[in-house]
């Protein structure tokens, strides 16, 4: 599976993957949260683990309605693939140094 992702290494090839199911693409920062399908915000993932970033999403709002804020999504990356290995999610009051949300989604 690691080789797999890590022979896609361009938008075009991810784009493939999704087109042979072997990817989907999705945003970092979902609709429900005024993400944008635009470059920045899109990854692409897995099927396997669409399921589970719904379910980090379901948990980030439900922080954001607790009053948490300062919301951080953030793909890593090995060497040149186009499949982050991991998503960190993080939010947390602005108010407050202690407390909040923080979901690691890994991938591969």
């Given at each position: 599976?690691?080789?797999?992702?890590?022979?896609?290494?361009?938008?075009?090839?991810?784009?493939?993957?999704?087109?042979?199911?072997?990817?989907?693409?999705?945003?970092?920062?979902?609709?429900?949260?005024?993400?944008?399908?635009?470059?920045?915000?899109?990854?692409?993932i897995?099927?396997?683990?669409?399921?589970?970033?719904?379910?980090?999403?379901?948990?980030?709002?439900a922080?954001?309605?607790?009053?948490?804020?300062?919301?951080?999504?953030?793909?890593?990356?090995?060497?040149?693939?186009?499949?982050?290995?991991?998503?960190?999610?993080?939010?947390?009051?602005?108010?407050?140094?202690?407390?909040?949300?923080?979901?690691?989604?890994?991938?591969?």
């Amino acid at each position: 599976m690691h080789k797999l992702f890590q022979s896609i290494d361009t938008k075009e090839k991810a784009e493939a993957a999704c087109d042979d199911g072997s990817l989907v693409k999705t945003l970092l920062l979902p609709e429900e949260l005024g993400g944008k399908d635009i470059p920045p915000n899109v990854v692409y993932i897995p099927l396997f683990a669409e399921a589970l970033k719904k379910r980090s999403v379901d948990a980030l709002i439900a922080a954001i309605e607790k009053g948490m804020a300062q919301v951080s999504i953030i793909p890593d990356y090995k060497d040149n693939s186009f499949v982050p290995f991991r998503i960190v999610t993080t939010a947390s009051y602005p108010d407050r140094s202690t407390g909040g949300y923080h979901h690691e989604l890994n991938i591969w």
